[in-house]
């Protein structure tokens, strides 16, 4: 996979707010964990699982926040993962680490975000 031209393509797919684009990128079974689940969920692991629950998550974010426009700073590539960072929600850096399978689809993230 190239590391670099896939985290463009997540950014702009994100940046274009279009739910089917972002779901794209990751299996039907794939589970995030952020601090952002904790705060708006209340939800003590920050972790979701699956795209149905999570695509309702994303999709009421995106409506509080219409003007959402992430920023691509760097790209970093380990062994079946990779980390972006870039500047994200409310204005926070993020480093999200992804996990793929042998499809290059997301199986997991776990985000992490200054000020939090």
């Known amino acids: 996979m190239d ?14 707010h279009d739910m089917n684009e972002i779901l794209h990128h990751y299996t039907d079974d794939f589970e995030i964990t952020t601090p952002m689940i904790k705060m708006a969920l209340g939800i003590d692991t920050g972790t979701l699982k699956g795209k149905e629950a999570i695509a309702d998550y994303w999709s009421k974010a995106l409506e509080k926040m219409p003007d ?11 062994v079946n993962s990779i980390a972006l960072y870039y500047q ?29």
Do not use: C, P, Q
């Open 68 to 78: 959402l426009k992430f920023e691509l700073y760097d790209v970093t590539k380990s």
């Open 3 to 16: 590391a670099k031209e896939f985290a463009k393509n997540w950014v702009e797919a994100w940046n274009s």
């Open 88 to 116: 994200s929600v409310m204005n926070k850096r993020s480093i999200e680490v992804m996990f793929f399978n042998e499809e290059g689809l997301i199986t997991k993230v776990i985000a992490h975000y200054t000020d939090i």
